[in-house]
């Protein structure tokens, strides 16, 4: 199991003594299986496609959405941030991870789904793919979820008009996995103001 991944896992485990509005045993068996999964799969990128992979469920507003748990480098309350002036309205503003400034995005503004309320409780998901890391809003946390890449479908676009390029599959029973690489390509994250030295 590679550290991030391992790392993730802990965090998630950690989150989940929290009462986040899940079943607790539920997501704890979740997290167990996930690791119990990683541990004893051989390495090398042919069997993970093969086997499946591991994913972490999320909500936003009343919509159901994952993120590869490869990609994911850390899970937190969102409990403040920083706008930036003259950004796009699905840059929510910045953040410290760590002690250095990130990005964080609202894919609420994104997808055309409601925007919470300012009190409402968030999440931020730290994604990290080719040397950029970018926090991502979301409104809930699920259970680890395992996809079978044979059963997934890619359509032009999903249900609520999400662009293909941000869409790398659609479950049989339409949970959304979301591309990060794409997520992290977008034009308003290219703005030297919003990243910090990276860590890597």
């Known amino acids: 199991m590679s550290r991030p991944a391992e790392s993730i896992l802990d965090r998630l485990h950690a989150l989940s003594q929290q009462p986040l509005g899940w079943s607790e045993a539920e997501f704890a068996e979740s997290l167990l299986k996930a690791r119990a999964r990683r541990l004893a799969a051989p390495r090398g990128d042919a069997h993970r496609i093969a086997a499946g992979f591991d994913v972490l469920g999320v909500r936003i507003a009343n919509e159901r ?13 969102l409990s403040r941030w920083t706008p930036v002036p003259g950004q796009p309205q699905y840059l929510l503003g910045v953040t410290n991870l760590r002690g250095e400034i990130r990005p964080v995005l609202d894919l609420h503004s994104l997808l055309g789904l409601p925007v919470p309320a300012p009190e409402a ?14 926090g991502v809003r979301v409104d809930g946390l699920d259970r680890v979820i395992r996809l079978d890449p044979a059963r997934m479908t890619c359509p032009h676009e999903s249900g609520n008009g999400l662009p293909q390029r941000f869409i790398s599959g659609i479950t049989p029973d339409a949970l959304i996995l979301l591309d990060t690489a794409q997520l992290l390509a977008l034009d308003a994250l290219k703005d030297t103001r919003l990243q910090g030295p990276d860590e890597s």
Do not use: C, H, N, P
């Open 65 to 77: 959405y994952a993120f590869s748990l490869d990609t994911l480098s850390e899970v937190m309350l």
């Open 121 to 134: 409780r968030s999440w931020v998901i730290f994604l990290k793919a080719e040397g950029s890391e970018v």
